[in-house]
């Protein structure tokens, strides 16, 4: 059965109706999964696999049958370790349908169906008793819950209930504990992700509002790959503290929460940010454990796992508190049933107070900047260097009688051009809580009136609105917080298009172009998401990798997918080179836009895909990139903008390039006008 949904185009700004198949939804969940670096993690599977070895021989020593019940079981991985360690029976239990039917495959396929009962339901709907889907309570719990910030998943929930109905008092658990650490460091860099800095325009100082300052910032974590954050874009004002257990052998609390560290700070500065990260102990002695600390804390960096579907967090404290060395200080966590917040306390001011700090109430946003801006947003909006080039190229397009018109959602751009001696400066923003952000920044610096701020679809516009005046100069980043991939932000030029009746004949375009970009290259790491797997750990999980690539050609696979690839190293095989330009001085053109040509592999690797990216020309001789920051080295190595996700097209299967340039990357593109689509084909070709 077929059905109409409703989707929001990010590239044309229409509303398309598309016929899908009622099965769409959860092709693209499965595609976009972490099932695969999942499976790849050996280090992960490794310790899970001697944990339950350890747990079962525990048990039989003890004379008890080994009854185990492994909730999230996925593929039925750790529900076949355990049968294969000696359990005598495992109810596996699995919410999401496809996935529990993948493993019903593969649990038959490997010939454990006789001990493995595979039950699709969330573990809090399960029953015990006779007629129930466990006949028995377990004494061996099996959970793999966990996400980055390891309770973000409903860990704590759904081990409260195991606990009160699914298993025995005194039963085993692996894993056995988990340990949460945290360290509180000064960042330039990761503080320029929380709050807006001030901005130097002309000599002018545009000053971020008090509200934003005062504000604690949105609740959510921010999980990253903290291993590609280096350790020289921080100091550590504390040591690594431990800050809260929790033992999943004995009955569970999802209740609310606190627990401090007390220090001593080893160096003084601005405390602003926290970096968190927890291990799981396998087993009761603490001998196997599975860490997801970044690789700089270990002698070895290069010996550190790799993992996708657990990272490391980063807590932004609520607003950054000045300490002295060797100031006594507590860092406190809280946590409700599904997240975690930090706050910072000093001994010295609480024996002021002479009172007991209570615990800090779970951040919220009341600034509204938090909400409209995402932390990468505000890494972008706090760029110096990108804040110069608009500057620059406003500066060589603007007159005394420049009438401005500014399309990209809450941006500075046209408080620069106000700044910068515009006559008249408008701004379109597409929602009330963006328009009151820039209201705020306006007030801020006592420009309130100098951009007004129009709440109005571009193809809504009309003279009257502006006012009766002609727009001399339409600009834009152009940024859209609608926009996925790099090329959704060719939103500007259907706007561009929609507006070209209210344009000056010589009215000035910024940028007045854009170009999109590729590399092929080979990841360090990130293919392992889209690998596929074939045994893991000695058993046959091909039912899983089908699956998978099912998912795939029902429409991933000739589409590319967004991945932030300052965090995900990777060599470029090839040069990067300008595959399709865009002219926003002219309107979209009604034809299909094609291109096609071939990048030679230059260097030798293994090429899993295609980084794809867009560059905007503000002007002939100013160009901001979102992908390459610097030029590909001669080995290869590539430097990516923090601030915008790049595009990834994964090969359906990887090419080892012997570098010699005689085999190249093949590439087709076509944008198709009427949908905003940019479809894309790669093939490599050998001499």
């Known amino acids: 059965m077929k059905t109409f949904c409703g989707r929001a185009n990010p590239t044309t700004g229409a509303l398309d109706w598309v016929e899908e198949s009622e099965e769409y939804d959860y092709h693209q969940e499965i595609a976009r999964s972490c099932y695969a670096d999942m499976l790849h993690d050996h280090d992960r599977n490794d310790k899970y696999y001697k944990g339950i070895r350890a747990a079962v021989s525990r048990i039989k020593a003890r004379g008890e049958r080994v009854v ?36 019903q495959c593969i649990v038959k396929k490997n010939n454990f169906s006789e001990k493995i009962k595979i039950i699709n339901k969330h573990s809090s709907d399960v029953t015990v008793g006779p007629d129930g889907d466990m006949h028995e309570k377990a004494n061996l719990l099996i959970t793999e819950l966990f996400d980055t910030e390891l309770i973000g998943e409903g860990a704590l929930p759904s081990y409260e209930h195991a606990h009160q109905n699914l298993v025995k008092a005194g039963c085993e658990a692996v894993p056995h504990r988990a340990t949460v650490y945290a360290q509180l460091v000064e960042s330039e860099l990761l503080w320029s992700w929380a709050q807006l800095q001030p901005a130097e325009v002309e000599g002018a100082r545009l000053v971020p509002p008090p509200a934003v300052g005062r504000c604690a910032g949105a609740h959510s974590v921010c999980d990253i790959q903290l291993s590609q954050v280096s350790p020289s874009s921080f100091t550590p004002l504390s040591p690594l503290c431990t800050m809260f257990s ?238 996925l991939l790099p090329w959704h932000s060719l939103f500007f030029w259907y706007c561009r298009t ?28 990130l293919w392992r998401i889209r690998a596929p797997c074939g045994t893991c750990e000695g058993f046959d999980v091909t039912p899983m990798d089908e699956m998978v690539q099912r998912s795939l050609d029902f429409r991933e696979s000739r589409e590319a997918e967004p991945h932030p690839l300052w965090e995900y190293p990777c060599r470029a ?9 865009f002219d926003f001085t002219q309107c979209v053109p009604k034809q299909p836009i094609s291109s096609q040509g071939s990048l030679p592999l230059i260097r030798t690797g293994r090429c899993h895909g295609v980084a794809l990216w867009m560059e905007y020309h503000l002007t002939d001789d100013v160009t901001v990139s979102g992908g390459l ?31 010699d340039g005689r085999a190249a990357v093949s590439y087709s593109f076509t944008f198709e006008p009427s949908s905003g689509d940019i479809k894309m084909d790669f093939s490599i070709a050998g001499p």
């Open 246 to 483: 929790v033992d999943f052998s004995k009955p569970v609390s999802s209740a609310f929460q606190s627990n401090s560290a007390r220090f001593v700070a080893q160096s003084g500065g601005r405390a602003q940010v926290v970096l968190s990260w927890w291990d799981l102990d396998m087993d009761p002695s603490g001998a196997v454990v599975c860490s997801m600390a970044p690789s700089w804390t270990y002698p070895q960096p290069a010996m550190a796992p790799w993992r996708d579907h657990w990272m490391q967090s980063v807590y932004f404290l609520p607003a950054e508190i000045p300490v002295a060395e060797q100031e006594e200080l507590s860092l406190t966590v809280c946590h409700d049933d599904y997240s975690l917040w930090y706050s910072l306390q000093s001994h010295r001011s609480s024996l002021q107070d002479g009172r007991a700090q209570t615990p800090a109430s779970r951040p919220c946003c009341t600034c509204q900047a938090h909400l409209v801006w995402t932390r990468p947003r505000f890494g972008e909006l706090n760029d110096r260097r990108r804040t110069g080039s608009y500057v620059e190229a406003l500066r060589s397009v603007l007159s005394e009688d420049s009438v401005c018109l500014s399309v990209s959602d809450a941006s500075l751009l046209p408080v620069f051009a106000h700044m910068l001696g515009a006559k008249k400066v408008f701004s379109l923003e597409n929602s009330r809580m963006s328009k009151q952000v820039i209201e705020q920044v306006l007030e801020a610096n006592s420009l309130k009136g100098g951009v007004e701020l129009l709440e109005i679809r571009p193809e809504q516009l009309t003279s009257q609105d502006l006012r009766g005046e002609q727009i001399s100069v339409l600009m834009g980043e152009p940024y859209f917080s609608t926009s």
């Open 629 to 659: 920051t610097q030029p590909i080295s001669e080995q290869g190595s590539c430097e990516w903008s923090r601030h915008r996700k790049q595009g990834v097209y994964f090969l359906r299967s990887a090419w080892d390039s012997s570098g």
């Open 498 to 525: 929609a507006l070209a009746g209210l344009l000056r004949p010589s009215a000035a375009i910024l940028p007045c172009s854009a170009s999109l970009h590729a590399v092929a290259v080979e990841f360090q790491d």
């Open 573 to 581: 095989l090839t040069q990067s080179a300008a595959v399709m330009t």
């Open 68 to 103: 185990v019940l492994d909730i999230g079981t996925g593929t039925g991985l750790l529900s076949m370790m355990a049968v294969t360690a000696g359990a005598d029976f495992c109810y596996a239990v699995e919410v999401f349908k496809p996935m529990a039917e993948a493993a």
